[in-house]
């Protein structure tokens, strides 16, 4: 099976967080939210008849 490609830029991440170690499963924690989040907002989005993701649909 593929492994499937993180949403998240690990870089810019332990960028943001200097000073801060991060471990492995933050990552994957923090894809999976992201996913869902983005799959949230695309139904809103399908719901209120537009195919363009806007902030609020967060």
Same mark, same amino acid.
């Given at each position: 099976?593929a492994?499937?490609?993180?949403?998240?830029?690990?870089?810019?991440?332990?960028?943001?967080?200097? $000073?801060?170690?991060?471990s492995?499963?933050?990552?994957?924690?923090?894809d999976?939210?992201?996913?869902e989040?983005?799959?949230?907002?695309?139904?809103?989005?399908k719901?209120? $008849?537009?195919?363009?993701?806007? $902030?609020?649909?967060?």
């Amino acid at each position: 099976m593929a492994e499937k490609k993180s949403l998240v830029v690990k870089s810019a991440v332990r960028n943001l967080v200097k $000073g801060f170690r991060v471990s492995p499963d933050f990552f994957t924690a923090l894809d999976k939210i992201i996913s869902e989040q983005i799959k949230c907002a695309t139904a809103r989005a399908k719901a209120n $008849g537009r195919k363009t993701l806007r $902030g609020y649909d967060l």
